[in-house]
């Protein structure tokens, strides 16, 4: 699903939103957790899931052309781990489609 996906989807849940309106309520959404994660802000969205911030340690890469060692600087990266209604609702749906696809 991409972002106007999900606009169009709004839009046609609730018919009193103008298409315009869904398109505002989804970029600020986005908007407010994109400022919360910059700032190191932990998300959570129950029944969805949690977003939060990992940090990742310097390390020794290597360049896989020339073999090269190669010095990966730390990083801090965006993680989102899905809650249990999530991952039960995911687990059940595709452990049924998995079983009316076999002959």
């Given at each position: 699903?991409?972002r106007?996906?999900l606009?169009?989807?709004?839009?046609?849940?609730?018919?009193?939103?103008?298409?315009?309106?869904?398109?505002?309520?989804?970029?600020?959404?986005?908007?407010?957790?994109?400022?919360?994660?910059?700032?190191?802000?932990?998300?959570?969205?129950?029944?969805?899931?949690?977003?939060?911030?990992?940090?990742?340690?310097?390390?020794?890469?290597?360049?896989?052309?020339?073999?090269?060692?190669?010095a990966?600087?730390e990083?801090?990266?965006?993680?989102?781990?899905?809650?249990?209604?999530?991952?039960?609702?995911?687990?059940?749906?595709?452990?049924?489609?998995?079983?009316?696809?076999?002959?």
């Amino acid at each position: 699903m991409t972002r106007s996906d999900l606009v169009e989807e709004l839009a046609n849940r609730f018919a009193q939103l103008t298409h315009r309106d869904a398109e505002f309520a989804v970029k600020a959404i986005l908007d407010a957790m994109n400022d919360a994660l910059v700032r190191g802000h932990r998300i959570e969205i129950r029944g969805f899931g949690s977003f939060s911030v990992n940090h990742r340690p310097p390390r020794m890469g290597r360049n896989p052309r020339s073999g090269e060692s190669v010095a990966i600087p730390e990083k801090r990266v965006p993680h989102f781990k899905p809650g249990k209604a999530l991952r039960e609702a995911v687990d059940q749906r595709t452990a049924e489609l998995q079983t009316d696809s076999k002959p």
